[in-house]
């Protein structure tokens, strides 16, 4: 009898230890294997045992939710059915060979919080479908080929608070919506073809840390809203066409730490506040 029991327990134990996620959350990663030359991968998963045994990934409850598979050569371009993954927390892929334009059924992750892809070869436009990523808190997308304009979708992101779109082919002008981050605490948009004045909107970011708009076609005065981002402590404004004399800007932002002034500043093309009358 002791024996009898012993031997269920052990069954039991032994279901607990090897309890694996569905068949089609399975599916969609070995999608994702065979897309991105799995087999070519620095650390492959072998298939034939149990996901929670894969490299990077991470299971509750039966379900993934989470992928880190940064620096790990996965090459190619991210397959339809990742959407599968429904309970997907965090996101990482970044410093890859991954390329192409993102699948729609990708914004249906609308668990996810955590979205990396920088340092790939991603390209085409930053779909307006972004906004069903409304628990989205950390996006870092630079350092990829995406080009066209910054979605006025993003606004409805409002439990963002960190966006990188550094390094891109984007173009346009920072859309108002971003007003509606309340809890934005970096901004960094630096070395793309966006143009346009800075908008007064941008001071009602009053978490704002930092805002990087270097190496883009800015110009115009700085708002005088900027003078509310008070919690600022990195502003980085160079290879812009800022106009004025901004060597009174730590006397308006006082906890500013690290601003940028460049060869091109000290001629006298330093960026400041406008003043109100």
Not at 33 to 48: C, F, H, P
């Amino acid at each position: 009898m002791k024996t009898l029991k012993l031997t269920i327990l052990c069954c039991l134990l032994s279901a607990f230890t090897f309890a694996n996620v569905s068949k089609t959350e399975k599916g969609a990663l070995v999608a994702l294997y065979n897309a991105t030359s799995g087999e070519n991968w620095r650390n492959a998963w072998d298939l034939d045992t149990p996901v929670t045994n894969w490299y990077g990934i991470t299971v509750e409850n039966d379900k993934i939710v989470e992928i880190d598979l940064s620096f790990n050569n996965l090459e190619g371009q991210l397959p339809e059915g990742l959407n599968a993954l429904s309970a997907l927390r965090k996101l990482n892929l970044s410093f890859n060979k991954l390329e192409g334009t993102l699948p729609q059924d990708f914004f249906e992750l609308s668990k996810l919080e955590d979205l990396k892809l920088f340092s790939n070869a991603f390209s085409g436009k930053i779909p307006q479908a972004i906004a069903k990523l409304t628990n989205l808190k950390v996006l870092e997308l630079y350092n990829n080929e995406f080009s066209g304009s910054i979605p006025d979708e993003i606004g409805e992101l409002t439990n963002l608070e960190v966006i990188l779109l550094s390094s891109n082919r984007l173009m346009g002008k920072i859309p108002k919506t971003v007003s509606n981050l309340k809890s934005l605490k970096v901004l960094s948009v630096f070395d793309n073809n966006l143009f346009g004045t800075l908008p007064s909107s941008i001071g009602e970011l009053s978490q704002l840390e930092e805002l990087v708009l270097s190496n883009n076609a800015f110009y115009g005065d700085l708002p005088s809203d900027l003078a509310k981002l008070t919690n600022l402590k990195t502003l980085l404004l160079s290879n812009n066409s800022f106009k004025g004399d901004f060597a009174h800007i730590k006397e308006i932002l006082p906890n500013i730490q690290e601003f940028d002034l460049d060869a091109k500043n000290l001629k006298g093309s330093l960026a400041t506040l406008d003043t109100e009358d």
